[in-house]
């Protein structure tokens, strides 16, 4: 009987350790999609492709990290600040909690980054 309860107990505690990993990853994967967004929209010259390019390239970050979003926001913003302009990219992304660790739990886990590059004021002009 003791057995069987420190059985349970011992699993119940490897599955949260698993989805704490998982949740870790996930906002890990949301924080270089973010960097990814920023980085990619700071060397277009039209903001609207920009915009696209960023929101694509976020979801493609995830992607290649195995994280899917239930729904997923990107916004670009620019900066400048002193002379400085900067894209800020902020990425929000709700992963479900059965793809991150529990099968069959709902609910999601929203994770949130953003991230900042700069605009290359030496690029070719167009």
Known sequence: ?????????????????????????????????????????SIQRDPDAATTLAEEEAREALSRRGIRCASMTVVVTVDEDGGLAVVRAEVSCDALWSDLAIP???????????AVSPIDTLRERG
Request: net charge positive; no cysteine.
């Open 1 to 41: 009987m003791e057995a069987a309860i420190l059985a349970g107990t011992l699993g119940l505690v490897i599955a949260f350790g698993i989805a704490g990993v998982r949740v870790a990853m996930a906002e890990s994967a949301t924080s270089q999609a973010a960097a990814s967004a920023a980085r990619i929209a």
């Open 104 to 114: 069959g739990v709902p609910g999601a886990h929203r994770t949130t980054a953003s």
